[in-house]
């Protein structure tokens, strides 16, 4: 079952800020973000687990609401580098099972 | 940090025509997988691979896919008869754990089918 995510696409200015979110109709384990430039592979920026944290990496953090089955990722004050696709990917159990990737949430940072 | 390396960057091939994809995993790593990205669409799961058998597949990994490790450092993707809707960027990743464990991707495969 894959993922939802919103917006589809977003442009931000330098220093605006954004968030992207993701839910599921199912329960989740564990959901990762990924970045991914156009032409590259994804890149890993974090994974929460289920308990409702909330993770930082420099101006990026994420939370997750296990109740309501979402994920947020906050992007404050935003970079040119910042540019790209999100997508964000869900695990339902902490067993073998394979991370599912919503759309994608496309960033564009205008300077 | 280690890398996970796929070969070739990119590969042509005729409809019908069989096609191999090579990846090597982080080496300490046990379980792999293999994804494919459609030009500007998502990224979707084909395949899972841990202790020399698939542990899952998607709808996608039909009988024309099939995967091997064929020794300890090489895994593979094989398509048997390409199809033009085969055409994709093809992803290998790992992982050293499942369940809360951050996949590694490589740089991919962009796969072609004429």
């Known amino acids: 079952q894959q993922p939802v995510q919103s917006p589809q696409a977003v442009i931000l200015r330098e220093g605006e800020d954004a968030v992207i979110n993701c839910s599921s109709s199912?329960?989740?384990?564990?959901v990762h973000w990924y970045r991914q430039k156009h032409g590259e592979a994804p890149v890993f920026l974090m994974i929460?687990?289920?308990?409702?944290e909330q993770k930082g990496h420099e101006k990026i953090s994420a939370s997750f609401n296990e109740k309501k089955q979402q994920s947020s990722l906050y992007l404050t004050a935003s970079q040119l580098s910042y540019s790209g696709t999100y997508f964000c990917g869900t695990e339902r159990h902490s067993g073998n099972t394979p991370l599912v990737f919503g759309k994608g949430t496309r960033l564009s940072v205008i300077a | 940090e280690p890398e996970v390396t796929q070969t070739p960057s990119h590969q042509v091939t005729q409809m019908g025509q069989e096609v191999i994809l090579r990846c090597v995993p982080i080496?300490?790593?046990?379980?792999f997988y293999w994804y494919r990205q459609i030009l500007g669409q998502k990224v979707e799961f084909l395949v899972s691979f841990y202790n020399n058998e698939i542990s899952e597949k998607s709808e996608i990994f039909d009988d024309q896919f099939s995967v091997e490790r064929p020794d300890g450092s090489n895994f593979t993707l094989k398509i048997r008869s390409t199809k033009l809707e085969d055409s994709a960027m093809y992803f290998c990743?790992?992982?050293?754990?499942?369940?809360?464990?951050?996949?590694?991707f490589g740089s991919g495969t962009q796969l072609s089918v004429l």
């Open positions: 929460l687990l289920k308990g409702g």
């Open positions: 990743a790992s992982s050293d754990w499942t369940g809360g464990e951050k996949l590694f």
């Open positions: 080496s300490n790593h046990l379980y």
């Open positions: 199912k329960a989740l384990y564990s």
